[in-house]
């Protein structure tokens, strides 16, 4: 695997507006199966790159972000191409502005993200197989039992800008 800070990858919209660029690897990248993302990407679970805001670089357009529902209730603003409306990232009340969930089907290569962690699996549609020797949760998990180190650091040094 590539070092975290020589890490790149770029992506977009499908109109091509909206070009960004991930500056380093994410922290984490979960696949959530619950019945939320499920309905939010019309498929049967969402991928979510968690990286800090400023590693990711704007190369062109200007996402639009939109409130939208989320399940924990206090709402999640989802940015979005402004012309073809594709979802590029969303940012949780939980984390803020300061981490991007970046939706990892819009990176040109996505299979260079790979799950780290499956969630919600509880509500896992059943033809979904999971694979042997990544972590899965019923629910959500403890970070501090799950996440390498290096990423729990990551996120504390955001938390406490
Ligand atoms: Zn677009
Ligand atoms: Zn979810």
Not at 55 to 70: K, Y
Not at 82 to 97: E, K, L, M
Not at 116 to 125: A, L, P, R
Request: glycine share 6%.
């Amino acid at each position: 695997m590539t070092n975290v800070t020589e890490f790149t990858a770029e992506g977009g919209c499908t109109c091509r507006a909206v070009r960004y660029r991930l500056t380093s690897k994410p922290m984490f990248v979960h696949c959530c199966h619950c019945s939320w993302c499920q309905r939010e990407t019309g498929t049967a679970f969402a991928l979510n790159a968690m990286i800090e805001a400023d590693r990711v670089e704007l190369l062109s357009g200007a996402p639009e972000a939109v409130n939208t529902p989320s399940n924990s209730g206090k709402g999640q603003k989802i940015s979005r191409c402004p012309t073809c409306r594709v979802a590029v990232w969303s940012n949780y009340a939980g984390a803020g502005d300061a981490v991007r969930f970046v939706r990892v089907g819009t990176l040109d290569q996505p299979s260079r993200l790979p799950p780290d962690v499956h969630i919600f699996t509880s509500t896992k549609q059943p033809w979904v197989a999971l694979p042997v020797g990544t972590p899965a949760f019923e629910e959500f998990y403890r970070r501090s039992e799950v996440w390498p180190a290096e990423s729990l650091a990551r996120r504390e040094a955001l938390l406490n800008r």
